[in-house]
């Protein structure tokens, strides 16, 4: 399952969004399209 995300990328997703990130720069940051991530 190669859509999964691993721990590390997980990780960098809260250090952003606890700084406020915009959500494009969180999936830019992860190389991701933006509407193809969610915060569980």
């Known amino acids: 399952m ?3 995300m ?3 990328k997980k990780a960098i ?3 952003l969004w ?3 990130s915009p ?3 969180i999936a ?3 190389e991701k399209p933006h509407a193809t991530f969610f915060l569980t």
């Open 18 to 20: 606890t700084k406020s």
């Open 6 to 8: 691993n721990e590390q």
């Open 23 to 25: 959500m494009i720069n």
């Open 28 to 30: 830019r940051t992860i």
């Open 2 to 4: 190669s859509g999964l």
């Open 13 to 15: 997703i809260w250090e």
